[in-house]
Structure formats: structure tokens, C-alpha cells
């Protein structure tokens, strides 16, 4: 097993103005579940394909273990990568498939065959051994791309949107395959999604990354209870946390007619703004006889709770179209009806996240 470390790793790509990734510092301990997330084209992808020497390093380095690998092939960089396609040979079976890099290696037959039992007992797959890849699922295909990973028994895995071609119920249960299987194998994983339920529920930690720029490196939690920044604040989260922008007065944020209490010490870390943005997550709103008003949209009802979406009152037709949702989670016993107008509170002055108007910053505890 090893660590990694990138050290202001940087890809610039041919023709590009801006950097793919930017000076990214990043340490990934020895056998840590890491994911990496964003939006498309926020380079999680290309920091992986560096990891694994299918991108060039512009700039900075890149360590596995005490070992610099920045200018190493792929094939001596002791990695496996699974790839979002599966990239297995059609001609092959699946035993054939998982065991060829060890063939091409020069490794035994009789220690290949032991390998490829193993990771077949490990995956489920014993009796699809002697079956090609066209008589297999999406899902059996993608743990046969992980066998032919963890025969190899490489230092570091890395795994490129693995679930992406998979169903929504197969990614549930794959997920939880495969992090239950990194937990017992131990072996340092780099997992790259732009999902970010995939992200919180796998990673010992998660890195959130935009434009090319590491945004925060935290635990699910942490990354979920103190956002950096309105980006990760906004992004990390289903459904996303309520982002408002208010004028600051006396003893808190204006919200329409409402003044959203701020503590004091938090409004004087911005003392030269005039605007804050609030942000409260949908399960920390609840209706209530004061708060700030909202006409509802919809209501979506999942059994014991639902979902209520609605906008701030007051706006016009043409604000309201260009508005925020905004989302509080509520009981459906109780719900109230589409078009009618409610105030939304939140539950506790605690859970209220402040951000910077001009740095976009978390100045909130």
C-alpha cells in the first residue's frame, strides 16, 4: 500500500488559456477511500489521468509512496485504473480478461489461476469464469473490470466514474460493493464522480474541485456541516442547500419582509457590506407564525415526510422565473397546498451558514 501526494500538480492543455487543473496540493493517506468531485470540466478527471501517467504534468509533482512518478509510464507506476466503459476484451472470457495483465506480466498460469479465484470469490463471479462479456450485465461486467484490477494487487486503485452506465438501483448497490470491498482489501483508492451522493456516501473524504482549483478536503460531514464556500455550500448536498441573498441590518439578514437573526460577532467579520448571503439546509427550515414569506409551488409527498418547493413572496412573474428554489423538508401530515402562501423559519439560528458577498467565503462558526 502507499500514499499518495500531489505538489502543485498542474495540466495545461495545448490551445487552453487556463489551467485543467491548477496547482493542485493534495496528500491521500495509505489506504484512504478519496473522492474526487465537481462538475464536468472542473478537473477531477485530468487529475486522475496524471495519477496514472496518461496526462502530462505541466508542472509541480506527483509522489506514490517516497516515489516520484511524475515522468514515470503508467506501467511503472504500480496502479490499476477501472475505467467508465469497462474496456474488456469482447473475445475473451471473464477469467481470460481478468488474469491478461498478469499474463502479459509473465506471471505463472497456476499463480494467475489462484489470482483470478480469489478476486472472483471476492466479486461474486465464480460461476461467470468461463462466460464472455457480451452474456453479462452492465453491472457484472463493471465488477469484472474491478477483478482485473485487484489481481494485479497494484499499490494504488483508480477508479473513472466506474457506475456511470449503470442503472440507478445497480449504482445503489454497486457503491456499497465497492467500498465495502476497499474497506477489506485496504488498498489507497482515487474515486472520481461527478455525483455527489457516490461522493459522500464512499469517501473516508471527499476533495471538491472547480475551474481546475481545489475547493475544500473533508470528511462527507464536515464538507456537509461547514462548507468552505457557496460553491461547495451548493453543491454538496440533495437537495441542495437554500442560498438567499439579503441586505444586512441591525441584529441579523433581511429576507423580503423578514430579518433572519445573524449573530453579531458573524456581521462584524464583513463590517464593509451591505449584503450577506444566508444559506440553511432543507431539513433545518420549518413553517412557522414568523419567518419569511414564500408561496408554494409543489409539494412532494414521500410517505412519513415530503419536500416542499416554493419563492420568495412578492417577487414578479419574471424575478420568480430567474429565482432561487427554495426547498424545506416537512412532514406531508400536515403539508400545505400548492399556490398557497406560508413563512418558513429555521429551526435553530445555529444551523444558519453566512457567506461572504465579496469573497463568497464562509464567515459563519
Known amino acids: 500500500m502507499a500514499t499518495v501526494t500531489f505538489k502543485g500538480a498542474t495540466r495545461i492543455y495545448p490551445g487552453s488559456d487556463h489551467p485543467a487543473v491548477d ?45 516520484d512518478v511524475t515522468d514515470l509510464p503508467p506501467k511503472d507506476r504500480d496502479i490499476a485504473m477501472v475505467f467508465q466503459n469497462y474496456a474488456l476484451y469482447p473475445h475473451m472470457t471473464v477469467a481470460d480478461n481478468m488474469g491478461f495483465a498478469l499474463r502479459m506480466a509473465g506471471v505463472p498460469k497456476a499463480e494467475r489461476d489462484v489470482r483470478v479465484m480469489e478476486a472472483a470469490k471476492l466479486l461474486g463471479l465464480e460461476e461467470y469464469l468461463n ?38 438501483k445497480l449504482r445503489v448497490s454497486t457503491r456499497t460493493q465497492i467500498a465495502a470491498l476497499q474497506q477489506r482489501l485496504g488498498v489507497t483508492t482515487v474515486y472520481v464522480t461527478h455525483d455527489q451522493i ?46 438567499m441573498e439579503g441586505a444586512v441590518t441591525e441584529g441579523g439578514v433581511r429576507i423580503g419582509d423578514y430579518v433572519l437573526p445573524v449573530a453579531r460577532e458573524v456581521l462584524a467579520k464583513a463590517p464593509s457590506e ?59 401530515r400536515t403539508a400545505p397546498q400548492r399556490g398557497s402562501s406560508i413563512k418558513l423559519a429555521a429551526t435553530d439560528p445555529a444551523t444558519v451558514h453566512v457567506f461572504s458577498g465579496k469573497t463568497q467565503e464562509r464567515i459563519s462558526g
Open 23 to 67: 496547482s493542485l496540493d493534495l496528500e491521500i493517506g495509505d489506504g484512504e477511500f478519496m473522492v474526487l468531485v465537481g462538475p464536468s470540466g472542473c478537473g477531477k478527471s485530468t487529475s486522475l489521468r496524471m495519477l496514472a501517467g496518461l496526462e502530462e504534468v505541466n508542472a509541480g509533482k506527483i509522489f506514490i509512496g517516497d516515489r
Open 131 to 168: 462466460r464472455k462479456p457480451k452474456a453479462l450485465s452492465g453491472g457484472q461486467r463493471q465488477r469484472v473490470a474491478m477483478g482485473r484490477a485487484i489481481v494485479r494487487q497494484p499499490q494504488v486503485f483508480l477508479m473513472d466514474e466506474p457506475l456511470s452506465n449503470l442503472d440507478a
Open 274 to 332: 451591505e449584503t450577506l448571503t444566508v444559506g440553511i439546509r432543507p431539513e433545518n427550515l420549518t413553517i412557522a407564525e414568523k419567518g419569511f414569506d414564500i408561496d408554494v409551488d409543489l409539494v412532494e409527498e414521500l410517505g412519513a415526510d415530503g419536500y416542499l418547493y416554493g419563492t420568495l413572496s412578492g417577487l414578479s412573474e419574471d424575478e420568480k422565473a430567474h429565482a432561487q428554489q427554495i426547498v424545506a423538508r416537512i412532514s406531508t
Open 198 to 243: 457516490e461522493a459522500m456516501t464512499m469517501g473516508h473524504r471527499v476533495a471538491v474541485m472547480k475551474d481546475g482549483i481545489l475547493q475544500q478536503v473533508d470528511s462527507p460531514l464536515s464538507l456537509y456541516d461547514k462548507p468552505n464556500n457557496l460553491f461547495v455550500a451548493g453543491f454538496i448536498g440533495s437537495p441542495a442547500m437554500n442560498l
